[in-house]
């Protein structure tokens, strides 16, 4: 049997080893895929520090793009929007492989499904080892909404397709049409300068997004910010943006619950607030039940998303990538046989995703 590369995470913190897993003969449904490049999302890093829980031990990574090895005797050879997929096609899937058929799948939440497999997220098992974007391939399994990317694509545009653009999609479709609406989008991460780019593209009036970092509110800017603020500064720019009247939707990203309570007194009558950031343990906090009454609020969690924003996620960066600057926003591209450095480097304030390739050759 055949073997792959693959990062291990055990469950200590700071830790992570490299490890041969034995590469799969997909079968049944299953596809095997040859891992092009991964991109370290924020909650791969909160996981390494030990801010958040996973079943352990488990091999990482979830923002993904694959190339396709084979197919197992009953694959499904169509992707999502009904083209065929071929051996050799470069392939981005949904984090979340679904049943179809339990309640919540049922109800329209296969992310949610109570049979769920995580991509990034599943515990060693025997025959299903290469589950995450941290190895040399990953196997498919049966329920996976598997889209064919463009060949026009960069991988380091395409990479963040899967978790940060796709629940980005699902977050905005949350707060409702934006054109020409008012918005305010808390963190400049991956997910908020996302929110920014696409917010613009569906024609919203004013965009302002708050950071604490300066170079990270500079580049909201740059990817479709009308305005920006820093924590300190933000009654100020809110008071410029809309007054009195507030914004018709706050999109919480940076999962503080400073930002929460800043945010949701500045939304206008009959707004929303959607909750995106708060993935790992953090303070409760209290509402005033009164007022989300009476200011006809709207509070909507968004946690994974659906195969459409997948779909959506895809046809907005095939559309904006060579006007808007997604692929420089991988600041390094590390090889797996250096993940220790990997993890490091996305320490740094500047660096909103870090890339991770296996075998010698860089993505472009």
Known sequence: MTSSLAAVFEGSAGQIELRRLPTPKPRGAEILVRVLACTLCGSDVHTIAGRRSVAVPTVLGHEIIGEIVDFGETANTSDLTGREICPGDRVTWAIVASCGACFLCRRGSPQKCLHAVKYGHEPLRPGRELLGGLADHCLLVPGTSILRLPDDLPLAAACPSSCATATIAAA?????????????????????????????????????????????????????????????????????????????????????????????????????????????????????????????????????????????????????????????????????????????????????????????????
Not at 177 to 190: E, K, S, V, Y
Not at 237 to 251: E, I, K, P, Y
């Open 172 to 364: 905005l479709e949350a707060a409702g049409g934006l054109h020409d609406r008012n918005i305010c989008i808390f963190g400049a991460g991956m997910l908020g300068i996302t929110a920014c780019a696409m917010a613009r593209a569906l024609g919203a009036a004013e965009i302002v997004c708050v950071d604490p970092i300066s170079a990270r509110r500079d580049r909201a800017l740059l990817f479709g910010a009308s305005r920006v603020a820093s924590p300190n500064d933000f009654a100020a720019v809110a008071d410029g943006t809309v007054s009195t009247l507030g914004f018709d939707a706050v999109l919480e990203l940076s999962g503080n619950p400073a930002a929460f309570h800043a945010g949701w007194p500045r939304i206008r009558l009959g707004g929303t607030l959607v909750l995106v950031g708060s993935v790992f343990p953090g303070e409760p906090i209290s509402l005033p039940l009164e007022e989300i009454v009476r200011r006809h609020l709207t509070i909507r969690g968004i946690h994974n998303y659906a195969p459409r924003h997948l779909l959506t996620a895809v046809a907005f960066l095939s559309s904006h990538h060579r006007q808007i600057p997604f692929a420089s926003l991988v600041t390094h591209w590390i090889p797996l046989t250096s993940i220790s450095s990997a993890f490091a480097e996305c320490g740094q304030h500047d660096a909103i995703r870090v890339g991770v390739y296996p075998g010698d050759v860089q993505p472009k």
